[in-house]
């Protein structure tokens, strides 16, 4: 409901499409760029994970690969060790993680469903 008057469609078939072509071409194209840089060894320090730079005394524990050992390690290493091995950045984010996620949604979550259960 315009106020221009001019006649407002939905959007056609045809446009999707074209839509969809173009980010399709725009995703192969930064892809292969990617693919590019990423084999060069002048910048294989950009690419190459933080944990291979540090000498090996200052390196962390390896994670488990688990999905659930993942999740337990990484919520029960001290918030000090974070910061020695990854920094300010790692460290503000796990800590989003465990109050956003665990303090928050998981009661939220736990709360609704057992309202929503006996309802349905």
């Known amino acids: 409901m315009s106020a221009t008057g001019k006649n407002t469609q939905a959007s056609s078939t045809?446009?999707?499409?074209?839509a969809l072509v173009v980010a399709c071409i725009t995703v192969g194209a930064l892809s292969a760029v990617w693919f590019i840089l990423h084999g060069r060894k002048?910048?294989?320090?950009?690419?190459?994970p933080r944990?291979?730079?540090a000498p090996?005394?200052?390196?962390?524990?390896?994670?488990?690969?688990?999905?659930?050992?993942?999740?337990?390690s990484v919520f029960a290493v001290p918030d000090k060790e974070i910061i020695v091995a990854n920094g300010p950045d790692a460290?503000?984010?796990v800590r989003f993680l465990k109050v956003f996620?665990?303090?928050?949604?998981?009661?939220?979550?736990?709360?609704?469903?057992?309202?929503?259960?006996?309802?349905?």
């Open 101 to 120: 996620g665990l303090h928050m949604l998981v009661p939220y979550f736990l709360l609704t469903f057992i309202i929503c259960i006996p309802l349905s």
């Open 42 to 48: 002048n910048l294989r320090h950009v690419f190459q």
């Open 56 to 72: 090996k005394v200052k390196r962390p524990q390896m994670l488990p690969s688990g999905l659930f050992p993942f999740w337990t």
């Open 51 to 53: 944990v291979d730079s």
């Open 14 to 18: 045809p446009s999707f499409i074209s």
């Open 91 to 93: 460290y503000f984010f």
